[in-house]
């Protein structure tokens, strides 16, 4: 199975937050799904680290591409064919690290593991367990 992790599921899977269910971890951890981080989440995360509105020790350049590294996730690159896609989303909410997310997840028929049911006003696989 393919998988797009939500920005947030990256970071609680990454710091073994309890938040994140043990489902979603064992998908996450199956080594035979195949596992993406959007290149717009860690633009994501590194805005936030610069804002202070998130800390990431021993530091952002460190822990991000280590963590991609060893978990076996894929980097997702923003294509063409996504901003096409985000140009046709309906404005269901505003967040645009969200409808980068979105996009390629409809572009790319990619379930979306999240959390957050704001995904499901779109027509997009999210994944919650």
Do not use: C
Not at 11 to 28: K, M, T, V
Not at 30 to 54: C, H, P, R, Y
Not at 82 to 96: G, M, T
Not at 98 to 113: G, K, T, Y
């Amino acid at each position: 199975m393919r998988l797009l992790l939500d920005t947030h599921i990256f970071l609680w899977f990454i710091d073994g937050d309890e938040q994140l269910n043990a489902s979603s971890r064992a998908l996450i951890e199956d080594e035979a799904n195949e596992k993406f981080i959007s290149i717009a989440s860690v633009w994501e995360i590194a805005i936030k680290v610069s804002t202070g509105k998130l800390k990431i020790t021993p530091s952002f350049e460190q822990r991000v591409p280590e963590q991609i590294e060893v978990n076996g996730f894929e980097i997702l690159p923003i294509q063409t064919s996504h901003l096409a896609e985000v140009a046709r989303l309906p404005f269901h909410h505003r967040d645009p690290f969200d409808r980068l997310l979105i996009a390629p997840s409809r572009a790319e028929n990619i379930p979306l593991l999240s959390a957050d049911t704001a995904f499901d006003a779109y027509d997009i696989g999210r994944l919650w367990r």
